[in-house]
C-alpha cells in the first residue's frame, strides 16, 4: 500500500481528500499544516509521496517544503493550489515537481496525479544507475569489457 502525505493548510479540504484516497486504496498520513511540519513527518513517516499545498502556515511556503521534501528526502512531490500565476509555476517546475493540481479540483484529478508517478516501472527520483557495469567478467581482468554509464 502506498503511503501519501497531505500538506494543506486548509484542514476541511484535507479531510476529505484524506477520505477519498484511502477509499482507493492508500495509507494517507497528516494533514500537515506547515511547512517544517510537513518536512519533519516526511522524515519520520517516509511516505512514497507528498501533496503539498503552495501555501502553508509559517515561514515557509509550500513550494519550499516541496523543494527539500523532493531534492534532500527524494520523495516525490505533487503541487495543490488555488494559484496558477507563472511565479508558481516556474518554481513547481524548478523543482521538478511530479504534477501541479489546480483548486478547485476533482478528487479523480488528484488520483491521477499521484498514480502516475507512483506506479511507474522505476521511479526516476530513485534510480541510482551504477558508475560502471562489468560484463562478462573472465579470470583475466584485461579481457573483461566496461560500459560506462554517461549519466
Not at 40 to 65: V, Y
Not at 87 to 100: D, P, T
Amino acid at each position: 500500500m502506498c503511503k501519501v502525505l497531505i500538506a494543506d493548510n486548509e484542514l476541511a479540504l484535507a479531510f476529505k481528500l484524506e477520505k477519498y484516497l484511502t477509499g482507493c486504496g492508500y495509507q494517507v498520513v497528516g494533514p500537515a499544516v506547515s511547512g517544517r511540519q510537513a518536512i519533519s513527518m516526511t522524515e519520520n513517516l517516509k511516505p512514497d509521496l507528498a501533496l503539498i499545498n503552495t501555501k502553508l502556515a509559517g515561514e515557509m511556503d509550500g513550494l519550499d517544503a516541496a523543494e527539500h521534501i523532493k531534492r534532500a528526502l527524494e520523495v516525490p512531490v505533487v503541487i495543490v493550489s488555488w494559484y496558477q500565476d507563472k511565479r508558481r509555476l516556474h518554481r513547481a517546475v524548478k523543482i521538478n515537481s511530479e504534477g501541479y493540481v489546480v483548486k478547485p479540483f476533482h478528487f479523480a484529478q488528484v488520483h491521477a496525479s499521484i498514480e502516475v508517478p507512483l506506479k511507474r516501472p522505476i521511479a526516476p527520483w530513485k534510480a541510482r544507475p551504477p558508475k560502471q557495469i562489468l560484463l562478462f567478467p573472465t579470470p583475466l581482468p584485461q579481457r573483461s569489457f566496461i560500459i560506462q554509464n554517461p549519466f
